[in-house]
């Protein structure tokens, strides 16, 4: 059984249809691309998946769950993280009582009653992972951009979601952060599964994986770089903004 399936799932905004049957299938492990035109569906794809909107018509199953109607904390819980574009980072707080605090958000009311342990050697570990051993006594208001966003990864690896949804995580980054959060993501794929949404086709080229196209609230194409890059209905779907090499 996939680990996430959206089958079918509309999203009406006053009446505007964002997402209209949308089907989509996650298997544990797997690192999914999401590209498409601007408007296309994808951020409302995310936003349903985490419980951030809610499908008129559809299912959504995660885990053997059926998420469609829980609210956003509950599905988080279940293991569904998302990174949004505004930082969801406390400034003033470390790295490491970042990665704390998050932590203790799944790990129900037992684990704050205890005293904490001042090297945790997990949040060790993950701040490495992504990165940032050398920064985890700073606040990560003194933190780059690019630095800040693999903080909410580690954040959200740091509250066991087993499904990382991310929007556009490479916007505003230069190029080396690009290379190095593409180098992230292929290192998360397997112990996690992942969502990227990404407009950037050479940070898509680099992560590589199924890529899925969507287009009017559809999935329009499914593949791999090579097989998406000549698709005549991807090619169609990008007329106007610039080809889809441009996006
Ligand atoms: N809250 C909302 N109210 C009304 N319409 C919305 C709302 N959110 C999204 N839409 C519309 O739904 C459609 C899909 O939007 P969405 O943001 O999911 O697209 P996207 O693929 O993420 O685009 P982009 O690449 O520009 O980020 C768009 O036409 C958008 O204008
Ligand atoms: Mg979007």
């Known amino acids: 059984m996939a680990l996430l399936e959206v089958k079918g799932v509309q999203v009406k905004f006053n009446g505007f249809l964002a ?3 949308l089907d989509l299938k996650i298997e544990a ?27 008129s018509v559809g299912e959504i199953v995660f885990d053997g769950h059926k998420t469609s109607r829980l609210d956003e904390h509950r599905i988080a819980r279940l293991g569904v993280g ?10 003033e ?5 970042n990665l704390d605090v998050a932590q203790s958000k799944t790990a129900g009311v ?19 992972f992504v990165g940032l051993a050398d920064e985890r006594d700073e606040p990560a208001g003194n933190l780059s951009h690019g630095q800040t966003q ?16 991310l929007d556009e995580p490479t916007a505003g980054m230069t190029a080396a952060e ?18 990227v949404v990404e407009h950037d086709m050479g940070f898509i080229r680099e992560i590589g994986d199924v890529i899925s196209v969507m287009h009017q609230g559809r999935l329009l194409a499914q593949g791999t770089v090579a097989e998406i890059e000549v698709d005549p209905l991807v090619k169609e779907a990008y007329l106007g903004s610039g080809g889809i090499s441009h996006a």
Request: charged share 30%.
């Open 150 to 165: 693999w903080l909410e990864i580690a954040m959200l690896m740091a509250q066991d979601s087993r499904l990382i949804l």
């Open 82 to 91: 998302r990174k949004f574009q505004v930082p969801s980072v406390f400034r």
């Open 93 to 97: 707080l470390t790295v490491r009582e």
């Open 29 to 55: 492990g797997e690192l999914r691309c999401l590209i498409g035109p601007n408007g296309a569906g994808k951020t409302t794809a995310l936003d349903v998946i985490c419980g951030k909107a809610r499908p």
């Open 178 to 195: 690009t290379r190095k959060t593409a180098e992230l993501c292929r290192r998360l794929k397997g112990q996690h599964s992942l969502i």
């Open 110 to 128: 037992f684990r704050n009653l205890g005293p904490r342990k001042r090297h945790d050697p997990a949040l060790q570990r993950l701040a490495e």
């Open 19 to 21: 997402l209209r049957g």
